[in-house]
């Protein structure tokens, strides 16, 4: 009888033990909603680092209460390098994800937001799309987990807004000067970059003294200062100084026109015009990354009331 009493008892206390330890555990076995933050990628550090900064800034929303509802903040790289969305989704997971929202901090829709990534993640199957990925040794996503695709930066003011702050710190006298605006486009959706450039030449015309606002989608290679120089002739008629302004994450025109050598290319049109020509060396990143964390805390606080 007291044999069977001690052994109650011994068994008592581990159901004790273990049932203090399944307390302990609870936080991490409840389930956790995940936001993940997809960008491009780029091999340079320069065009990384203002990206992946973009994740303590977001987490110091969540902590602040700013942003209820989400756990686990990350930020991925669509290609090129890690952080990789799959090795991204993987961590999400690890620490106890039972839902993602992955957010596309792209301009507007595209080959990638459209194609790539939803390949990535599994949400469609395109062999082509796939192999194209396979060759740039892009991982594919393969869960169980929820991954809901958010919307790109056209579905905002962010990039009216964005543009108008770099054109407000570098205008000197708005109403003598010509704003041209760049992009990379894409052929297969042009009709939205189409329509995000005619936002952005509106707003600022809206926004400031300026009159003349022109737009162009010229690619970064050996083209570069062919496809500009048109423009810039244009503009030179009309005024006598001239800001040029890249509608892009990270890059800058700059970097671009110090690269393709602008000074010597446009020096003729400089000379028999004395126009000043002015070159943005900022993109929409690190230069309005608080625009971006509120647009990324906005976008992210529809979804989770979406939810309810």
């Given at each position: 009888m007291?044999n069977r009493?001690?052994?109650?008892?011994?068994m008592k206390?581990?159901?004790?033990?273990?049932l203090a330890?399944l307390l302990?555990?609870?936080?991490t076995?409840?389930?956790k909603?995940?936001l993940?933050i997809?960008?491009?990628?780029?091999?340079?550090?320069s065009w990384?680092?203002?990206v992946?900064?973009?994740e303590p800034l977001?987490?110091?929303q969540?902590?602040?209460?700013?942003?209820k509802?989400i756990?686990?903040?990350?930020v991925?790289?669509m290609?090129?390098?890690?952080?990789?969305v799959?090795?991204m989704v993987?961590?999400?997971?690890?620490?106890?994800?039972?839902?993602?929202f992955?957010l596309?901090?792209f301009i507007a829709p595209?080959g990638?937001?459209?194609?790539d990534?939803p390949n990535?993640?599994?949400h469609k199957y395109?062999?082509?799309?796939?192999?194209?990925?396979a060759e740039?040794?892009t991982e594919?996503?393969h869960t169980?987990?929820?991954?809901?695709l958010?919307?790109?930066?056209?579905?905002?003011y962010?990039?009216?807004?964005?543009?108008l702050?770099?054109?407000k710190?570098?205008?000197?006298?708005?109403?003598?000067?010509?704003v041209?605006y760049?992009?990379?486009?894409?052929?297969e959706r042009i009709?939205?970059?189409?329509?995000?450039l005619?936002?952005?030449?509106?707003?600022t015309?809206?926004h400031?003294?300026?009159?003349y606002?022109d737009?162009a989608l010229?690619e970064m290679?050996?083209?570069?200062g062919?496809?500009?120089?048109?423009?810039?002739?244009?503009?030179?008629?009309?005024?006598?100084?001239?800001i040029?302004q890249?509608?892009?994450?990270t890059?800058d025109?700059k970097?671009?026109a110090?690269r393709?050598?602008?000074?010597?290319v446009?020096k003729?049109?400089?000379?028999?015009?004395?126009v000043?020509?002015?070159?943005?060396p900022?993109?929409?990143?690190?230069a309005?990354?608080?625009?971006?964390v509120?647009?990324?805390?906005a976008?992210t606080?529809?979804w989770?009331?979406?939810?309810r």
């Amino acid at each position: 009888m007291m044999n069977r009493l001690l052994i109650k008892m011994k068994m008592k206390k581990k159901m004790m033990l273990l049932l203090a330890l399944l307390l302990t555990l609870f936080p991490t076995l409840q389930a956790k909603t995940a936001l993940m933050i997809v960008a491009h990628g780029s091999p340079m550090e320069s065009w990384r680092k203002p990206v992946l900064d973009l994740e303590p800034l977001v987490k110091q929303q969540v902590a602040a209460g700013k942003l209820k509802g989400i756990d686990i903040v990350k930020v991925a790289l669509m290609e090129y390098t890690e952080p990789s969305v799959a090795s991204m989704v993987k961590a999400c997971e690890a620490e106890g994800a039972d839902t993602i929202f992955a957010l596309p901090i792209f301009i507007a829709p595209s080959g990638h937001t459209e194609e790539d990534l939803p390949n990535i993640l599994g949400h469609k199957y395109n062999p082509y799309v796939r192999e194209e990925l396979a060759e740039e040794n892009t991982e594919m996503v393969h869960t169980k987990t929820p991954i809901i695709l958010g919307p790109t930066f056209y579905y905002s003011y962010v990039l009216e807004n964005s543009m108008l702050d770099r054109i407000k710190t570098l205008s000197k006298d708005d109403a003598n000067e010509a704003v041209i605006y760049l992009a990379h486009g894409d052929d297969e959706r042009i009709g939205f970059w189409k329509e995000m450039l005619n936002n952005v030449d509106k707003f600022t015309k809206e926004h400031t003294k300026i009159t003349y606002v022109d737009h162009a989608l010229i690619e970064m290679g050996h083209d570069f200062g062919k496809e500009l120089m048109p423009l810039l002739t244009k503009a030179a008629q009309k005024k006598k100084r001239i800001i040029v302004q890249g509608v892009y994450l990270t890059s800058d025109v700059k970097r671009m026109a110090d690269r393709h050598k602008m000074q010597d290319v446009q020096k003729d049109l400089v000379k028999k015009t004395g126009v000043e020509i002015v070159y943005s060396p900022d993109g929409i990143l690190p230069a309005s990354t608080s625009r971006v964390v509120d647009w990324i805390v906005a976008q992210t606080k529809q979804w989770v009331e979406s939810k309810r």
